[in-house]
């Protein structure tokens, strides 16, 4: 593996040329920070993390939505992670501090086995990507209990894509993109980037070598002057994707705009459960409405670095106020958040 990174790094330094790649993966930034991958590239080779940790790009409003639900006296079942996301006014973790029953999963069908065990109203959280959408598609499709229902925060990655990529203001010229989505949706619906806006692109997976594999064929793309979709994953991401997984999605969700942290609505870009499921739709079965959002907490930057417009320690509250052990934003609470991950590796780049 050391003769293929050097040889790779060589490759790299051989054809550089300016460019400002973005990815957009909590588990791709984790391995750029713990190898020290930025350190090993040209300077002017400059990869920067987009809107990758799904945790993190959950907007205060659905955090407020799942507390209102907590108010009334239901029972929460999520992540880990998703206790200390913060809402307008406090979190999951605080509003259990105060005696609300919201229960830490593994996933949705522990939510489903909670559901069948109490004698309460459950609510899981379904927070992800195209990555864990099939799998709350298979579970509503199964039929859960009655007194099961699903807060939908399944969120599409092409078209925020599209959002930074149109806005003008993120300043990218290619993309890394997520192996782990690409094993569902394939590489169809990325190929528009490359097609209609000019940008070289490449499928990677997750370990150093996957990474400066995907450097390297993009700056070949530019050494070649081509824009496409490079499969460095191929091992794992087929062209066409996972068609069983997609028609799962297909089958109970429906697409819808919405905001995510930082962002404002995109459109598209939002998996909502059809109506014909709406009993396991929490939204449509509790009649839930939340106003007066108010998105991130006071000198909290966390949306400009969902974003790709600045870095964890662009932003005064970093290492300092906002900690993994006290975190202020979302981006600090997860462990695929861009500003946890800064701040649990050595430098900031």
Not at 180 to 202: A, C, D, M, W, Y
Not at 271 to 282: G, R, Y
């Amino acid at each position: 593996m050391k003769n293929l990174s050097k040889e790779l790094i060589n490759r790299i330094n051989q054809i550089s040329t300016p460019v400002r790649i973005m990815h957009v993966c909590g588990s791709h930034e984790h391995t750029i920070m713990e190898n020290g991958l930025r350190t090993l590239l040209p300077s002017e080779v400059e990869v920067i993390a987009g809107p990758g940790c799904p945790v993190c790009c959950v907007p205060s409003r659905e955090i407020d939505e799942a507390l209102e639900l907590t108010d009334k006296g239901m029972t929460i079942a999520t992540f880990g992670d998703m206790l200390r996301v913060p809402g307008s006014t406090h979190s999951l973790a605080y509003a259990k501090s105060e005696g609300a029953d919201v229960r830490v999963v593994y996933g949705i069908a522990n939510a489903v086995e909670l559901a069948r065990e109490v004698d309460n109203e459950v609510i899981f959280i379904a927070a992800g990507f195209e990555t864990t959408a099939p799998t709350t598609a298979s579970e509503i499709l199964s039929t859960p209990p009655e007194n099961f229902s699903v807060l939908s925060s399944h969120r599409r990655i092409p078209p925020a894509l599209k959002f930074l990529i149109e806005s003008g203001k993120t300043n990218l010229n290619a993309l890394i993109e997520p192996g782990h989505v690409g094993t569902i949706i394939g590489l169809k619906p990325f190929e528009v980037f490359s097609n209609e806006h000019n940008i070289p692109q490449v499928m990677a997976g997750f370990n150093p070598l996957d990474i400066l594999m995907g450097v390297y064929m993009i700056l070949r793309q530019i050494k070649n002057n081509e824009a496409k979709i490079d499969n460095e994953y191929n091992r794992a991401v087929k062209d066409e994707g996972n068609q069983i997984a997609q028609k799962a999605i297909e089958e109970v969700f429906k697409v819808e705009n919405r905001e995510w942290r930082g962002f404002p609505e995109i459109p598209n870009s939002i998996l909502e459960i059809k109506d014909e499921f709406s009993q396991f739709n929490a939204r449509e079965k509790f009649d839930i409405s939340v106003k007066n959002v108010k998105e991130a907490p006071i000198g909290c930057i966390c949306g400009s670095i969902l974003r790709g417009v600045a870095k964890p320690d662009d932003c005064k509250l970093f290492r300092e106020e906002c900690n993994p052990m006290h975190p202020i934003g979302a981006c600090m609470v997860s462990k695929e958040g861009t500003c946890n991950i800064a701040h649990r590796y050595t430098g900031v780049s």
